[in-house]
């Protein structure tokens, strides 16, 4: 097995409802190696989202240390963060999260406008993502013009483009219908299998999660099956 | 794309929205210019080197009383003095109350030419203007006004003193520094009107240089104190200035309402910004996850709400000038706004105004989008 790219170790995350605390994760202690397609299965309020938002950076920890290509994530600054997730960090929605005011070719430049990259570059970075996920003729489609599915491509695609470390897929087929959602993590799958990306996937769905290698499963906030 | 493509997308998203707000900056930023500008030639008036050697001489307690003719015979002979003329406000009546409201003043023909080098006249009307005892003189938007001609001949029916004065159109005078809708004619005729009182609004005087100004106006009143008609001598601007005071407090009442226009124009854009960023909390908060950090948010926000009002700025400002110099604001204003001078330095304040505006306004939604964390953004609006 290939070196752990996420390592959390007694990871908990509490939220403060005035006086009201609620666990959402407790004590979570997980490895993900590099190159592995896991799965965070569990129902509504397990806290797999939490989790997944902690591992992106997007939200801190209470208390733990949660490490991803070898950063410590908690430790880093709001500014450290966000440039850390340009670099580190693919998102894939739900909600897909398109801009809606720019084409499928825009949307998946704009992460690469934080990079130091030429616009011939840029250009060369957006093709090649957009070929990669199918796409290739919708370049100069506005999301509105496309359907969910070639949506949520272009989502894969705008995180595929700045080639991070990690790709984290929040129920990306919870949106799709089943043709869809079966083509999105089918390029998922591929993605892991040809090209070797790490990818984390929130679903509750077990269809989805069959096509990961590994199945984490959380509920209440804690790991069911250990330190998976 | 580009980051600022980005932000002219962003803009452009909502385009009714977009072009009310622009309109009502535009609208209030014009409105804003157009007041600063009355404002500005009311208060400060235009001057010239000319307008800095002239002083004038009036009654001690008001504009209402008058001085002795007499008083110019020692004037003249003051030190310092270069020309001095006699300057009467005629307020004589033409056909009814609402054409009247131009200048009409009675003046030595001789010198007035001389006091007033702004004036350009044609040297053949000049002389026939002292030729003849009911000629006047008679600026050039003046005659444009009513259609006037040379030789015409117009009657200005008593108002402030009891004559009529029947006048003969002899000269048009011309002048990019003073106004050019007055009209003047000869005091000897005045005189002649009066039947010889020997009376004067005020004396109109042209110093040699700038530095014997002040103790000329010394000079002057302590010359005439503990007569019956002690004088109040000033320059010409400070003249002016204490004519305006009489019509009250102009500069606060131009000035609250420039202000209530401001804070109007705040709260439309800051209502119009805080409305555009409410609405894309959930894509703010995507551009946050994909590695946008807090300053590039505020960046955006602050550059998209600059852009909109400096939109709004340019038309309003911009287009207040091409109004002021395509219009004839004189004919429009009726004769109360002789020139309308749209200067740099006040759309220049128009503008800054409209920057200010942008980014007071935007600070508010920028604030709050940087507090809202990615995961709030994220799933409020799930």
Redesign the interface.
Known sequence: MAAPIVQLRELTKVYAHGEIEVVALNRITLDIAGGEFVALMGPSGSGKSTLL?LI?G??RPTTGQCWVADTDVGALT??QL??W???C?G?V?Q?F?L????TAF?NV???L??TNLSPRERREHVTAALELVELGDRMRHLPRQLSGGQEQRVAIA?SLVTDPTLLIADEPTGNLDAHSATEVLTLLQSLNRQMGKTVIMVTHDPKAAAFAGRTVHLEKGELLNGNG | ???PG?II??A??NKRRLTLTVLSVAVSLFLLTVLLTALRLIVNPPTTDQSALRIVVRHRVSLANVLPEKYQYRIERMPGVQYCSKFTWFGGIYRDQASSNFAQFAVDPAVFFKIFPEAVVDPRQQEAFSKDRSACIVGVKLMERFGWKLGDRLVLKAGVWPCDADLTIRAVYHSSQIEETDLFFRHDYFDELMGQRGVVGTFWIKAAQAEDIPGLITRIDAAFRNTDAETKTETERAFQLGFISMIGNVRMFIGSICTVIVFTMLLVTASTMAMAIRERL??IS???????????IFSLILAESCGLSLAGGFLGVFGAKLLAETLDIYKLSHGFLPMFPMTADILAVGMLVALLLGIVSSLAPAYASLKT???TG?TEL?
């Not at chain 1, 801009?99 to 720019?102: E, F, H, R, S």
């Open positions: 938002h992106a997007i939200d709001e500014t966000a440039e997730r340009t670099r960090i998102f929605f909600t999260n801009i809606p005011v720019l825009e430049e704009l992460p406008l934080l705008r | 794309m580009t980051i980005f997308r962003n452009l998203r959930r894509e995507v551009l946050k996850a994909l590695g946008f950090t807090g300053r590039m964390s990615v995961v994220l799930d």
